[in-house]
């Protein structure tokens, strides 16, 4: 089914949700800990990003470079996932939220895969936030795929942004945590997205950090390499 989400409506924002381990070790608590709290502050973002003008929401909760962690972190993680899928997509459907879940399906757990493919039929009819979870995601991957099905002769920019499934260009990229870089995370989509990096551990980010990063994002200039006011150019 379409969902009105697909065709692009409010910002799109992405967070690179980063320091639950961090966050768990500051308090004396395993990593684990870190990663159950995270969930709490997903839930928060996801409930408060409408509001804030946010059409479309895409998390990053597991790198393709994160099975390199020990099978113990991975093994809770993606129990962590299944438990997530369990237990929100009803509230998620309630809300008018669409889930869908981006990366490589075919390495994750047992069950895993059909858990998000029942999650998102039950929430594809939502139409007021488009959440995206990228789970075994490597954006450079992704592009590779992208490239290889679209052929040399298929190959544009409009066709590649089609093609990487999204709901396209990213306007405002956040990175809890305090590392600046993107580790790649959504690294065509993200050409010309704002970026707000903020030292906040992921556990510890709320709505109103949300809104801070949209209130800072709505005072940038964005000139997409142009002048702003477009006018200047014929006054040069
Ligand atoms: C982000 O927190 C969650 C995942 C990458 C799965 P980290 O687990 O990377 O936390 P830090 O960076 O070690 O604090
Ligand atoms: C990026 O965080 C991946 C996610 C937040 C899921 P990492 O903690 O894995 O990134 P690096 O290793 O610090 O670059
Ligand atoms: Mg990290």
Same mark, same amino acid.
């Given at each position: ?29 395993? $990593? ?13 973002? #996801? ?44 509230? =998620? ?10 990366? $490589? ?19 594809? #009819?939502?139409?007021?936030?488009? =959440? ?12 590779? !795929?992208?490239?290889?099905? =679209? ?35 959504? =690294? ?46 014929? !006054?040069?």
């Amino acid at each position: 089914m379409q969902s009105p989400l697909d065709r692009r409506s409010g910002l799109h924002a992405a967070i690179i949700m980063d320091g639950n381990g961090r966050w768990a070790r500051a308090r004396g608590l395993p $990593r684990g800990a870190g990663h159950r709290a995270g969930v709490k502050a997903i839930q928060q973002v #996801a409930e408060a990003a409408p509001a804030l003008g946010i059409g479309t929401l895409t998390l990053y909760a597991f790198s393709s470079d994160n099975w390199r962690r020990p099978a113990e972190e991975v093994g809770g993680l993606m129990r962590l996932l299944r438990a997530y899928l369990r237990g929100e997509t009803e509230r =998620l459907a309630r809300s008018g939220t669409r889930l869908t879940v981006i990366g $490589r399906r075919d390495r994750l757990p047992a069950g895993i895969p059909e858990a998000i493919a029942r999650a998102e039929a039950a929430t594809e #009819a939502g139409d007021r936030l488009n =959440l995206r979870i990228a789970v075994d995601y490597s954006s450079r991957d992704a592009i590779l !795929a992208a490239a290889a099905r =679209l052929g040399p002769e298929g190959l544009s920019r409009d066709a590649m942004s089609e093609a990487l499934c999204g709901p396209g260009d990213v306007d405002l990229l956040i990175r809890t945590g305090g590392e600046k870089r993107l580790s790649d995370f959504l =690294l065509w989509e993200a050409a010309y997205a704002e970026l707000h990096f903020t030292e906040r551990m992921w556990p510890d980010f709320e709505a109103a950090d949300l809104a801070a990063a949209v209130a800072d994002f709505a005072a940038r200039d964005r000139r997409f390499g142009g002048l702003n006011p477009p006018l200047l150019t014929a !006054a040069a």
